[in-house]
């Protein structure tokens, strides 16, 4: 069996999840509207994100200057 790290199987709800990635938990509602934010599950209610996804999503939306009009890979 493969070894799991705790962030592996972590999850946040929306405010804690904005906390992580440097954001405000508002921002993180608005870009579940339109679908830019990252990849979220709902449970009942709530809304939850996996560490990794946050973790990815940061690094697809990386930039060099505000004119990128291209993520870098």
């Known amino acids: ?33 339109t679908g830019g934010g ?5 449970i009942g209610r709530r809304v939850v994100y996996r560490v990794e996804d946050l973790d990815a999503w940061l690094a697809v939306n990386r930039r060099r200057s505000t004119s990128d009009a291209r993520p870098i890979l």
Do not use: H, W
Not at 7 to 23: L, P, W
Not at 38 to 42: H, L, R
């Open 1 to 33: 069996m493969p070894i799991v790290s705790d962030n592996q199987r972590r999850i946040m709800r929306t405010a804690e999840a904005a906390e992580y990635c440097g954001s405000a938990a508002s921002t993180f509602e608005k870009l579940r509207l």
């Open 38 to 42: 990252p990849i979220y599950s709902k």
